[in-house]
């Protein structure tokens, strides 16, 4: 098994923490976004990296942008 990367694992606790605010199951995330709820869920621990468009569609999914996302995550990388 890979060990997540610091990065990934800050991105992953930022969508975690948008999803949450969304008032969204992983599944229900996935579903907006065309995703399966078990890439979702890879992604928040910060187990697997995510495409740009596939982060867009999440973003969507949140009601939020990048802009939002990058509000989320601290700038230590600690979110």
């Known amino acids: 098994m890979t060990v997540p990367d610091d990065d990934y694992i800050a991105l992953g606790r930022a969508l975690a923490a948008l999803r949450h605010r969304a008032g969204l199951t992983q599944a229900e995330a996935g579903e907006r976004a065309g995703i399966r709820n078990t890439h979702v869920s890879l992604v928040e621990r ?19 942008t990048l802009g939002g ?8 990388g600690e979110s």
């Open 69 to 76: 996302l990058a509000a989320e995550v601290e700038p230590d």
């Open 46 to 64: 910060g187990e697997r990296g995510i495409s740009y468009r596939t982060l867009t569609a999440l973003l969507r999914a949140y009601g939020t």
